[in-house]
């Protein structure tokens, strides 16, 4: 793949930068907006900070209308539609509040005051189903250092490393203000990407961060929403299989993931063959509208071999679904991919299966073997997102 030196501008993307990151650093220039859903969603939310001293401020005015000491603990509410920033006698309330450190100091946010977590950048909350949502702005560096570590084991290969950054800085990208009806563009969980803050990063990657930075995959004249899988099983998987309602694109298509030899790269994660055992009943109330369930069987795959349909027979109905329906609905972490087989044992049904993940895009597995096997992260991306350059951000 080649490295183009071109900068390529990113227009489409509407970004919101505080004058508080300001950065000479590629990544630097650019802020997401982190909803902290896993961390910080409750109907009172607790604040503190780290190294310096905690300013709240009004982001309407960017006037700092309050001032914490390092280590204090602030419980944060909704009053009417306003929010109040309390510790002891100290108290505050604005209809909007923003909680930073006033030099290099990380902030703390949670929803106990003794179990909080540091997080870089800055926090703003909106409230959402009667709660309060924490959002962390942070750059863009600072966000994908707590992301890699969460998405590849810290210890794979540096050149898988530095493939699995300039996908997740894509995958950001491109699903800028996804949530943009709540005020923030990501979640810090699965459908987004994991996102751990100041505790989730990592030397290994970080340096795979900075070594690539700016550096974005991109597919006629767009930066791609460069998806990515644990183990593809031998095949990565056609975008619009894997995803229901996705469209069919070429860097998405589906590869053969395999050596010379014909052996899956991927074989070598210890995760790469399962089982499942599943009785009637339990197909039956996945399944209720064909009453008790008698057969199961996959009618349909794809030409990589991923099932594309399976159908189910009861005693009232039978339902034939999508393969990623089916798995949805037993449960992805069950049905651990597409690629699976079903077959009658005595009163139930035994699905085995290799690969774990939608399959789509990078195999995470397969980039690390890759790695070993001598190929450097521009090959590992050329082989996983065909058709797709890598281009520096502008």
């Not at 419980?75 to 509040?97: D, I």
């Not at 590849?152 to 699995?164: D, I, V, Y």
């Not at 990501?186 to 900075?210: F, I, K, S």
């Not at 789509?360 to 096997?373: L, N, P, V, Y």
Request: hydrophobic share 40%.
């Amino acid at each position: 793949m080649r490295l183009w030196h071109r900068p390529l501008s990113v227009g489409a993307f509407r970004l919101y930068a505080p004058s508080v990151f300001s950065s000479t650093s590629r990544d630097s220039d650019w802020v997401v907006r982190v909803g902290l859903e896993q961390a910080a969603w409750a109907p009172v939310i607790y604040v503190s900070v780290i190294g310096d001293a905690l300013l709240w401020v009004n982001p309407d005015t960017g006037v700092v209308v309050g001032r914490g000491e390092p280590h204090q603990v602030w419980q944060v509410q909704r009053q009417g539609n306003r929010l109040n920033a309390q510790h002891g006698r100290l108290q505050m309330t604005a209809a909007r509040l923003v909680a930073q450190p006033a030099g290099a100091g990380v902030v703390q946010v949670g929803t106990t005051p003794h179990n909080l977590r540091r997080y870089r950048g800055q926090l703003e909350w909106v409230a959402r189903e009667g709660k309060l949502l924490t959002i962390n702005w942070v750059r863009l560096d600072d966000y994908l250092k707590a992301t890699l570590p969460r998405e590849m084991p810290p210890n794979f290969h540096p050149e898988a490393l530095k493939a699995q950054a300039v996908a997740a800085r894509s995958f950001t990208l491109r699903r800028l203000n996804r949530y943009r009806q709540w005020g923030y563009d990501l979640c810090d969980h699965a459908p987004c990407q994991v996102y751990g803050g100041v505790e989730a990063e990592h030397p290994r990657t970080n340096a795979a961060v900075d070594a690539t930075a700016g550096e974005v995959l991109v597919f006629e004249g767009r930066v791609l929403e460069a998806v990515y899988t644990g183990n593809c099983g031998g095949h990565t998987a056609p975008i619009e299989i894997a995803m229901a309602g996705a469209r069919p694109i070429p860097p998405l298509r589906g590869i053969p993931d395999t050596d010379a030899n014909g052996v899956p790269y991927c074989q070598i994660a210890p995760n790469f063959q399962w089982e499942l055992r599943m009785g009637a009943e339990e197909l039956s109330r996945c399944f209720p509208e064909v009453g008790q369930v008698r057969a199961v069987q996959v009618v349909l795959r794809a030409p990589s071999g991923h099932v594309l349909q399976v159908r189910v027979q009861g005693t009232h109905a039978e339902k034939q679904v999508a393969g990623a329906q089916f798995r949805q609905l037993l449960g992805a972490t069950r049905v651990r991919s597409l690629m699976f087989d079903i077959r009658p044992d005595a009163n139930d049904w035994k699905l085995t299966g290799q690969g774990w993940g939608h399959g789509a895009g990078m195999c995470q597995w397969g980039a690390h073997a890759r790695a070993r096997a001598g190929q450097n992260y521009l090959q590992i991306l050329q082989a996983y997102y065909p058709g797709a350059t890598v281009q520096r951000l502008r």
